[in-house]
């Protein structure tokens, strides 16, 4: 094995001063990414002062030290602890009685972000000793780690506060570690800091030792990636849970955003999910404290910190009076979803990052769970159709999609790249489909059993299978898979994709009906069996189908029946001639269903005859399907437009939603095109009867609100000379008096939009002045997504 030459640091015993040489170091076993499992942490002592002040170069800094206390469960001579970014004064080991442990020699080995310490003589197998180190790093703007943020207040001052994101692999960036969620261990956190700041960690601070440090109590046993640090001026409001004792919850915020009371939403609805959530899993919240703060510079819409949730200032604040219907919803939902991870990812933990949807999956379920409970006018459980099963059966039915589970996760970059729809949405999909065919009696159980044998440890989907699997059998043996749970439910988490489902009449047999299964593809050239599966892309389905067994014209009544699917088999039932069968009814299945011209016909028929005989979420999930499996050829086009033609009579938030998003591919596609006259004509044709009978005024219930925008943006798209007027009219009011903002905040998006897609620099400039000015987030939203919606493109060179 050839050598190589990096830096090491050198020390003889755990007093002496450290120097700096270069020597040649032979890889060892550190050039494995991953950690040995022969240290158990059980402990930490971190002591940081961010320092909110530049040096002489400009650069912010902050100071550090640290202890983790560990057990030896093999016999080794080397410590490698995650390192990253950070600049070490001083490095030693002492024994459980703190007698000092000769070091051979130290380094960096910055390839795989480790610290890495050489012993003289090799640890002893069962004993405790504890790693010290002295360290600096840089306190920068790079939302990783232990950062700063920037943000302008009331008086036009620049701010700075320190903040942290650890996950999923920057607690190293912030100090030395073993940065993975299996090593989990109790945290205690001094945090230094200067008046008028304050600090924050995920526990209740203990005392002040001094005028500047806050001593926090230590952590219950958790993963580093939830450490959670703050050092600001901050106001916050709080309440408190009903529980006994009960859990304080505080959100904080800028300053002016608590004094004009924009996080009294987040402080209502917290105590009540968190009372709902106990109940619903049956397993306390464990903590005595639940803080959530709105920080202006963060890269993830929320992060779960166990007691110290942290979100971007659209996610947990909401102004009624210029913020829309759906930034109420959006700030709902993040709440419930990071809420959620206190139970899922925080309490119990995936042991490694390739079963990401253990925490992202359910947190992705659960938040519309949580967000029905505290706003059930918000028909969340409809809403998760839109944006969480057509996002994930999108992304899924490429063939650069991944299984649930993960495979050759090792390296950082690995781990960041699985923060996406398939651990999010098709997770969530999954577990919503187990929740619809197991029963919620025993979906809850399973969970409830779950969680309390696994709190404060490591889990994997072996033991939630079989936790729900003994659920089932417990409370409805017949709702158990054919084969065994564990068995079915692999063939979902372990290959890409999912099924089309095709039911059709059988030619030999005109009175039955034949259903197959085969694995679907958006690009209908793909080999369906690459890349290679051990599982051979076979799939146990679970249907849920509806049968109209009436005329047309009177429904008298609907039959849902249940099964099973395996592709290469097949299923039969009697073929509904004259009327019609839809499958996955309700969409709970992850799959798309297809179906013989006849049967096509029919449910369009029905449509458009009477709708709403056909639940909003199966009116919704055919438009998609229609148009999806038209892109491949699996549909005429004729009949999947054909699909649509309902939208005159329909003006539900959710079939609309469902078009606007599928037909967006035909906009893609013909927008250049000689037929796309012909197109956006039967757009407007659709759209003007929603239009005229919303109207202008912003009344109704929160989706016909949310709808009313989303209407006016696509008749004003679709060329609709009295949308375009009005909304130019609204517009301009506001330019010729900028302190008086009189249009809606439901109507906002639209009307900046068009005004300034209709518009010229006049309106673009006013746009771009007040996105400069703008102190609200929603709003300032709002205006950058208008500044895009300009024509004239010589306007944003």
Known sequence: TPSVVIEVTTVSTAITTSTVSTTTISPGPWSDVRLPTYLVPYHYVVDLQPNLEPDSTGKYWFNGTSEVQFQVANSTRFIYIHSNKLEYDDVYLADESGAAISIAQWWLYDMNQFLIVELDAELVQGQNYSLHTQFKGELADDLTGLYRSTYTDINGKDVIIAISQMQPTDARKSFPCFDEPAFKATFKIFLWHKDPNYALSNMPFERYGGWKRTEFEPTLRMSTYLLAFVVSEFGYEQSFTSGTPPVQTRIYARPEQVLNHNVEYAKNITPVILDYYESYFGVDYPLPKSDQIAVPDFALGGMENWGLVMYRETALLFDAA????????????????????????????????????????????????????????????????????????????????????????????????????????????????????????????????????????????????????????????????????????????????????????????????????????????????????????????????????????????????????????????????????????????????????????????????????????????????????????????????????????????????????????????????????????????????????????????????????????????????????????????????????????????????????????????????????????????????????????????
């Open 322 to 797: 210029i913020n829309s219907a759906y930034s109420k919803q959006r700030v709902a939902r993040v709440i419930a979803h990071e809420l959620s991870h206190q139970w899922f990812g925080d309490l119990i933990t995936p042991l490694w990052w390739d079963e990401l949807w253990l925490n992202e999956g359910f947190a992705t379920f659960i938040e519309y769970i949580g967000t029905d409970y505290v706003e059930p006018g918000f028909r969340m459980m409809d809403q998760f159709v839109l944006y969480d099963l057509h996002d994930a059966l999108t992304v899924d039915a490429l063939t650069t999609s991944r299984p649930i589970i993960a495979e050759n996760v090792t390296t950082p970059d690995d781990i960041n790249a699985l923060f996406d729809d398939i651990s999010y949405s098709k997770g969530g999909c999954f577990i919503r489909m187990i929740s619809e065919f197991a029963g919620e009696e025993a979906f809850k159980l399973g969970l409830k059993n779950y969680l309390e044998e696994f709190s404060y440890g490591l889990v994997d989907h072996n033991q939630l299978f079989s936790y729900w699997e003994e659920a089932i059998l417990a409370t409805n043996p017949k709702n158990n898979p054919p084969e065994n749970f564990k068995a079915d439910m692999d063939t979902w988490v372990n290959q890409m994709g999912y099924p089309v489902v095709t039911m059709k009449q059988n030619l030999d047999n005109p009175l039955m009906m034949e259903v197959l299964q085969e694995r679907f593809l958006l690009d209908p050239k793909a080999d369906p069996t690459l890349p290679e599966s051990p599982l051979k892309y076979l799939i146990y389905n679970q249907l849920y189908n509806s049968v109209n067994i009436s005329s047309f014209d009177i429904l008298y009544d609907i039959i849902i029946f249940y099964s099973y699917l395996l592709n290469n088999s097949d299923l039969s039932m009697v073929y509904p001639n004259g009327k019609y069968v839809i499958g996955n009814y309700e969409a709970f299945g992850y799959y798309r269903v297809n179906y013989d011209d006849a049967n096509w016909n029919a449910i369009i028929n029905q449509l458009s005859r009477n709708f709403s005989a056909i639940n909003v979420k199966s009116r919704s999930q055919i438009i998609d399907d229609a148009l999806t499996l038209a892109r491949t050829g699996l549909v005429k086009y004729e009949i999947a437009l054909k699909t649509t033609k309902f939208l005159r009579d329909d003006y539900d938030f959710l079939p609309w939603q469902s078009a606007l998003r599928v037909l967006s591919y035909l906009d893609d596609m013909l927008g250049r095109s000689e037929a796309y006259g012909v197109y956006s004509s039967y757009l407007l044709y659709l759209v003007e009867p929603a239009y005229y009978n919303l109207t202008w005024t912003d009344e109704g219930d929160h989706l016909q609100r949310q709808q009313r925008g989303s209407t006016i943006n696509t008749a004003c798209s679709y060329g609709s000379i009295d949308c375009i007027e009005h909304a130019q009219t609204l517009f301009h009011t506001w330019m010729a008096d900028p302190s008086n903002n009189t249009i809606s905040p439901n109507l906002r998006d639209a009307v900046y939009c068009q005004a300034v897609a209709n518009g010229g620099s006049d309106e673009w400039d006013f746009i771009w002045g007040r996105y400069q000015t703008e102190g609200d987030s929603h709003e300032k939203s709002a205006l950058q997504s208008a500044l895009a919606c300009t024509k004239q493109l010589w306007i944003i060179q």
